[in-house]
């Protein structure tokens, strides 16, 4: 089964930074870990010579629809991750020549990207290992596509962290609805043969 890793907006204003750091109502620290232990990830996988895809986030007001802006207006939110800005950088993990990298443009799900899921067809790609933030953000919206364009998932647990709901809580819906693999940065990313998903989600989702 061809497998790559997707890392999803591991940019400084989800990062690190005064935009991160106001916006995560958790310690800090835990993004820090997050980063460290994807970049780790993305170490491994190149490693064993799989495909590292990096999509990356937008927030220019130019980008954002009507009921994007709505809500910023309402809820005082700031923009983030403007093109071209520090926080738009990634953090941790930097792309090498000939790996790909896709841009969202105000929106969470990586499928939106222009030539996303064409690339994954192209390479024949049947498995995404999603790393990266948000896991009650992002990483779901781009699971759950994945998901229904028939694509198998694997969610690393220690590589990710929930922005408005609890990280447990998460992994335990994606397990049962996506059909979603709970891994970490160092543990088997496919399921083993034979291997029953199920008996994982515990264990994972309480790690």
């Not at 989800?14 to 106001?22: D, I, S």
């Not at 028939?150 to 994606?174: K, S």
Request: hydrophobic residues 40%; charged residues 25%; contains cysteine.
């Amino acid at each position: 089964m061809t497998t790559a890793l997707v890392v999803v907006d591991l940019q400084n204003d989800f990062c690190v930074g005064p935009t991160a750091h106001a916006r995560y109502s958790g310690d800090p620290a835990t993004l820090e870990a997050v980063a460290t232990r994807t970049a780790l990830a993305v170490d491994r996988a190149r490693a064993r010579d799989m495909e590292v895809i990096f999509v990356r986030f937008v927030g220019d007001a130019e980008h954002q629809g009507p009921s994007w802006l709505r809500r910023d207006r309402i809820q005082n939110k700031p923009l983030k991750c403007r093109e071209g800005s520090w926080g738009a950088e990634f953090h941790r993990v930097s792309p090498l020549p000939g790996e790909r990298v896709f841009t969202k443009r105000a929106c969470f799900d990586a499928f939106l990207s222009t030539g996303f899921e064409q690339h994954l067809v192209h390479r024949g790609v049947e498995r995404l290992v999603l790393a990266g933030l948000y896991t009650d953000v992002c990483v779901d919206s781009t699971a759950r596509t994945a998901f229904q364009k028939g694509f198998h998932i694997t969610v690393l647990t220690d590589c990710t962290t929930g922005r408005h709901l609890p990280d447990a809580d998460v992994l335990r819906f994606m397990a049962r609805l996506y059909g979603a693999h709970l891994s970490t940065h160092d543990h088997p990313w496919v399921p083993q043969a034979g291997e029953e998903d199920a008996c994982q989600v515990s264990k994972a989702a309480s790690a």
